[in-house]
């Protein structure tokens, strides 16, 4: 897998996106390879509760010109050196009026700054805080071929189908330039854990998978869609920095015990990458609008180094340097771990409840007659049939034996074809 | 305000006080220069629930004159000398018959304990334990010049009305000799407490203060007011021994999630002063009338070095050198930040509760482009709307972020005005 | 006590019990000394839930003669060396053939194992991995003198009546053959729990006293009788592996908060030897079968060292030596503090609820001036006062003083006899 992500990391790199225009519509067709993606376009100008959509924003080129005809600030070299959703300019000005246009990190100087301005009509580049303190006076020539025009925001989702209507949600942007944690990493295990689900033979819930820009793409979704995951999401996740070789963070939905919240805290329990558990905060990414007073759904979300939690967080310094193919798979694997639990996870009921069924003469127990042997194997069947009492779901009896949910994934199969034990969701 | 305080305690001092009598009335006139009391005589003989009012108690002198010709056990110079309640004597009397009268701590061989005897008449001396160990053989001239006789116990109350009639109470005791933290540290902290809340610009609640004596004072005053109280509080504080700079301790109600206690450990967070949290306890003062199990009222208390956990407790050590009145500003500073607190705390609802409300539009997102600007404060403001879900109240929210309740004032404020936030209290 | 203990040890000792037979029955014949036991028997072919009583077994003598005519895994001097319910036999066998059903345990080189095959038609011998290791190559004459045919499953049961029908149960095991902490402790343990309880002069609860084979004694119990249990049980506790110098496990039903369990989290944290409490597991006793899904009874267990948690278990160094008389009394007496507790917790009612009944007057006050005497004496009974609110059960009053609820049974008597407080049990 970490091939292939990487290829497919190399060939979105490049790609200046935004939260509308051209570079978002070539991201979304590249990731429409790995899954079948149906395209939105929400027009500019449209109402989504308290947002409008703004202007489509395209760009083709920017750069400044320094006194000594050196080419600085370059666009094709760098797309970070724009502030996203900059207006064209085309003009020569000092270099004391250039400065009010120019952002840096005195504290980073090697980083080029990542800067938006979408909902407020401006110009300028970033540039390092090295490149920044060795600017001589004279005349600068700023240019940026960019246009702000009625368009439309783009977003792609795809679903697979499950027996049940009852839905999961794995949501993810993709509006932000050239960066690789806190931005590629999302789009990619979302891509990669889609092929997973869709080679499972049988699946309980349908999956929902969402590419949007952030923030005001997911508004326009919920917009058009929020009512009906209202009714129908059992649990969902956002998917953001999820790309380094860091701890894994999750944060928690409003709820803390929806189904997303329990499946992802016991199926941590259980893996082997150090992890934390976190409170939902405002302080990220899209989780804020699923949760948002009115939906409150169940969306939690699994990342490793977290926005803000790390130095280099929208600065050029989060590269491809940064983050890890292998760690990648490894929080696909790990969201996947999340999905086979969900699936795992259902109400049984033991068919006979008085005194325990004796498994022996069903060849149920361990013919040895050595009791010792195979003493765990047989204990978590046992403690299966005990719990299984049409009201406690797997993921409790695995957390009252304090073992993962997987491991009775044979002997549920087994004590289902002896008639033992029944399925009696509720 | 040390500067008041100290000059209230050093008029309050000299005075022996006890649950009935003149001693309490001159205290509760002194105290009337700081807040407009109500008085109320409740006439010996009076059944108020369990309980029956005492005769009145008076004293005007009390001393021992030893075989030496010298006068010992003053009770001009030090009012602890004399048992509180003691009857009237005057005679002569053997060392061992003395012996049987006098009290005294060996531990503390230099304190003068404190002694009641309130409800069995009997009459005696507290002395210290170096000078009762140097008494001589010889007669005993006891004197004791009080008189017990058919009165009345007086207490004091003042009200400040709010715009509702849902209550928060304050109640501090005054029947105590000259002691300090144990005695003038309540209603002084009370009565600066009632200063501060008077000059607040507008009220939410109704604050009662109450100065009354002890135990059967309270009990008078709730067989007369209880079942209003039972009706209209919200919270409450006994202030007893907050006026030394040990650290805070706050004794819970029974009811533990009470308004009182809710506020009041959510303020001891972010205040500085080392603090501790207890369970309500029978041994403490009268939030154990008010937590009796007919009322269960929402009644805690917020101490310093607390009854019972300091030496000097109930001797002639626990005076002026025992206090501090720095640390007795800072406990009515803490007091008058649980009672903004209470102020504060409301329900509310974001009025855009689909997504989040585009606070760019509004001029309520920093201008900054750069977003990390400011990020704390505008978490702050996205949080708050972010769990005004109309049930969540703002001591909860301030909790959820682990923050001060006090931040949230002036984004209420701004969002209130803006249409986004309305108060929308159960 | 221990005394007795140990003669009693002494003669169930050689027996060679299992579960059906006459070892069982003239086991329980010596038990039925300590209490009247009524036996059941349950014949051989009976249906029981899930479970068909089997055949009796019975054995005389069972031993190997090698090839060098001594006598080896002689059932005569240790009864393990024949698999319990082993099939009879009488021929010549190699080396070879013989080592299919031998049974050694090579990490425990001097041990024999304890292995049966109640359900599966078999024979086989134990033997230590030291003697297993000598064998020398020759024609073995294996002799086992034992009788599979139809007969019966023997229980007893006692009961002792109470002013309740409301029933508290101790259920232990006779089933294994010489074994010390994992068969004879809990039946000496149960038996002279009786007797104390028996010794009561009056007893709230009914006590119900089982001595069956472990599970499918129970399995048959239960058949018969867990209707009744399920209306009339409170609490339950399953005796096993409590005679020896370990510390005490409590492992709690599924209820977990059953009257069971508070009891004994309670009643361990006043006592001397150190404990643990674990929550219910399948690994274990006869707990397995009370707390089945269609009972869940609240029946937990008091062990010491634990089955499973010591390496002599179930093996023949699970013998005298390793179990102690005085901890096994020790065990009996905190089980008898469970019953204390339970028959001391019930729910009061303050009569003199609004404000604190004035103790002074009744004589219920220390007469003593100085209240620092006997303070904690006369807070146990103010605490007591303040919380019997007709809801809150001793256990709870006591955990809320974090104090023993032996300590309040003084101040019932008196608050009770002064009519200030009144039994008002739900």
Redesign the interface.
Known sequence: MQNELENYFDRLWPICRSITGDGLRRSLEIINELLPLKLTEVPTGTS????TIPNEWNISDAFIIAPDGKKICDFRKNNLHV?NYSVPVNKIISLDDLRKHL?YIEELPDAV?Y???Y??E?W?FCISYNDYKNLTEGDYQVVINSSLAPGSLTYGECILRGDSDKEVLFSTYLCHPSMANNELSGPLVQAFLYKKIAELPKRKYTYRFLFAPE?IG??AY??AH?RQLKEKLVAGYVLTCCGDKGAFVYKQS?QINSLADRVAKHVLKYQEVPYEVI?????GSDE??Y??????LPVGSLTRSMY?RYAEY?TSLDNKDFISFDAMAQTVETYFGFVKAMELNDIY??T???????L??RGLYP?S????DA?DKI?NR??LL?????NTDLIDIAE??NCDISLFSEDIRILESKGILVKSNL
Chains 1, 2, 3 share one sequence.
């Not at 989504?48 to 947002?51: A, E, G, Q, S």
């Not at 007659?369 to 010792?372: A, E, F, I, S």
């Not at 005990?386 to 049409?390: E, N, R, V, Y």
């Open positions: 989504v509760f308290d947002w502030i952002h700054p800067i938006t301005s909902y407020k401006t300028g923030t997911v508004i919920l917009h929020g409003k409170p939902f905060s405002v302080g804020r609008q949760c948002s007073p009115g939906f409150n803000q929208h009921r033991n006979i409840p008085y005194g325990e069924p004796q022996g003469k013919s007659v050595n009791p010792t003493r204990h046992m403690h005990s719990f299984a009492d049409g009252l034996r």
